[in-house]
């Protein structure tokens, strides 16, 4: 399959590790695919779906006990502590190699091993990168068959000398207690045990295409971000693009895919969607900032996906999907999740595999869809898909937006001053946590830049890289903001609309980036005249547009200042290796908020 040495000798030890039975290349072809999707149907490992409703489409169960990322399982394996940093879990590699080895000793016996070569980014673009996965699971197969450029192409990119990320997976006996996602940057090295869940095992996304990636980028000066990438087309046809970042689960996909609200689709206004998750991101020849969506597919979290919520996301799962830990109506073989629809099926198979009566299941309490149960879906099939999605020199970026929930600390939208006070604003960025991450769900949490789980070095040293990032751009560099949809009123009702109507924020953000319309400086940066973000056709009246762009500093001091969740608490466990930056302008916002 390759003359490449380097591959060769590296599936040699792994085939000697891991003992599989037989060794699968994968090629990419269709041919191979369909047959290897035969083979799962028939173990049980994936469920046909109705071919004529869902054509191409399957669904997967996994253990009850293997639904989301574990974070307490995941490990950075750096040559000392500091380089892995006080908010990432740290192995010494020699200690994570031995350790993990004696669990994979023998993980594939009497099982198929298949290598999976992939390409993460479009082939032969300066940002795309090359990885193998060795995998024994047909599960893993289909997925970056749908989530990366995958097969022949790939060794293809690679040639005789290329290096690549090793990616090692054995779902072994999927025991909690000996499950671990343990990444050696610099080894380029991902070895992930006793998880089937996606986002443990699909090695290409967050594992390889942040953690691993970002500590690439700190090296080879360019960045590697938990970002969407949307285009914005204005009524004269041009189109600027958009880097945002928001933990997961926060309306992230539906920004993403959003659908402008009639009012300004019928002016001629557009949303092209670029990339869901991940941006790969490089200054171009131009000196400006281009970003790359390094994935083909999008991994999405099904409930409250509808027509309503997110219509371009719920299109592209009608054909070439694959489901998992979703509930089955099996009258026809669809599928259904809380927020699709208001009618759970009365024939239903929930997600831990019971059939049940949907409607009394659900009106009892019972969910029959996992609140974090995905679709693996191609990005082709997304209508709102951009026609730069396949460029291999990306996108230019004009502004690069933060965002998170907070029911009462920041408004609705504010610009940093400039870079550096923008790399502050995301790096004390917080947000109620969700179920796409094990634990408990609704507590603040900080997570900067949405990379807290994601970094794979010092997260002090990453701020450090943005800084230099931004001195290389200079006046090139995108202009920084934040968002806030989740604004609370004293009744706790959300006062902005959100979905289509980001939009209208969206307007002002690039309207701001070409010095076209004028804003209010505040304590926390520049905060939009409320008479400049337009809100016709929206039940909202110009005293709630005022709350929504509210600074209270007594709130923010708290944020500042609070023992266990505060700014000042969070960067004071980075020690020495803040740097000096983030301290200056913590001091500055704390002297402002107190003026």
Not at 397 to 425: E, M, N
Not at 431 to 452: F, H, I, L, Y
Request: charged letters at 25%; proline letters at 5%; a negative charge.
């Amino acid at each position: 399959m390759t003359k490449n040495q380097k591959v060769l000798t590296w599936l040699e030890e792994m085939k000697a590790l891991v003992k599989p039975e037989n060794v699968v290349w994968i090629t990419g072809e269709q041919a191979q695919l369909d047959e290897l999707t035969k083979e799962a149907v028939k173990t049980g490992e994936m469920i046909e779906l109705n071919q004529e409703k869902l054509p191409g489409c399957y669904y997967h169960r996994t253990a009850e006990n293997d639904v989301a990322r574990v974070e307490d399982r995941t490990f950075i394996c750096t040559p000392t502590r500091e380089e892995a940093g006080p908010i990432n879990n740290w192995i010494e590699p020699s200690e994570a190699y031995a350790m993990l080895s004696k669990l994979y000793d023998g993980s594939m016996k009497g099982r198929t091993m298949y290598v999976v070569p992939y390409i993460m980014g479009v082939y032969g673009s300066p940002f795309s990168k090359v990885g193998i996965e060795l995998t024994d699971s047909i599960y893993v197969v289909l997925n970056m068959n749908i989530m990366t450029r995958m097969g022949n192409i790939a060794l293809d990119m690679l040639g005789d000398d290329g290096d690549f990320v090793k990616c090692l997976h054995s779902k072994k006996d999927v025991n909690p207690d000996e499950r671990y996602i343990v990444h050696f940057p610099q080894d380029n090295t991902i070895w992930s045990i006793n998880s089937a869940y996606g986002g443990n095992v699909l090695l290409g996304k967050k594992c390889f295409a942040l953690r691993i990636a970002s500590a690439m980028g700190k090296r080879e000066g360019w960045m590697a971000e938990h970002m969407l990438i949307l285009g914005v087309e204005n009524p004269k046809g041009e189109v600027k693009y958009i880097c945002a970042a928001f933990p997961s689960a926060c309306g992230k996909t539906n920004l993403a895919m959003l659908i402008p609200p009639e009012y300004l689709k019928n002016k001629g206004y557009k949303v092209w969607t670029v990339g869901d998750d991940i941006s790969w991101l490089r200054i171009g020849e131009d000196g400006r900032l281009w970003a790359m969506n390094p994935e083909a597919g999008f991994f999405g979290v099904a409930p409250g996906t509808s027509e309503k919520t997110n219509f371009n996301a719920l299109e592209s799962t009608k054909k070439n999907t694959i489901f998992t830990n979703v509930a089955i109506n099996n009258d026809d073989m669809t599928v259904w999740w809380e927020g699709l629809d208001k009618n759970p099926p009365e024939n239903a198979t929930e997600w831990k595999g019971s059939k049940v009566n949907g409607k009394e299941y659900t009106a009892e309490g019972g969910k029959l869809a996992h609140p974090n149960s995905r679709f693996t879906a191609p990005a082709k099939n997304c209508p709102c898909i951009s026609s730069e999605f396949e460029n291999p020199k990306g996108v230019p970026i004009s502004a690069i937006v933060f965002g998170g929930r907070r029911a009462k600390c920041a408004p609705l939208v504010y610009q940093s001053r400039d870079w550096q006070h923008g790399t502050f604003v995301g790096a004390t960025m917080a947000s109620e946590t969700t179920a796409a991450a094990a634990g408990a769900v609704g507590v603040v949490r900080r997570d900067p830049m949405a990379m807290k789980p994601f970094v794979g070095y010092n997260m002090a040293d990453y701020w450090g890289h943005w800084l230099e990032m931004g001195k290389k751009l200079g006046d090139k560099a995108p202009k920084i903001f934040h968002v806030n949809w989740f604004r609370k009123d004293e009744n706790d009702n959300f006062m902005w609309p959100g979905f289509g109507d980001n939009m209208r924020v969206l307007l002002w953000i690039l309207d701001r980036c070409e010095n076209k319309v004028g804003a209010k400086e505040t304590a926390i940066g520049y905060v939009p005249n409320p008479s400049d973000i337009d809100i016709e056709g929206l039940d909202i009246d110009a005293k709630t547009m005022e709350e929504l762009l509210t600074i209270d500093n007594k709130t923010w001091l708290e944020d500042v200042e609070d023992p266990n969740t505060g700014i000042k608490a969070y960067f004071a466990q980075f020690g020495d290796r803040l740097p000096k930056e983030m301290a200056e302008e913590l001091a500055k916002l704390e002297a402002n908020l107190k003026k």
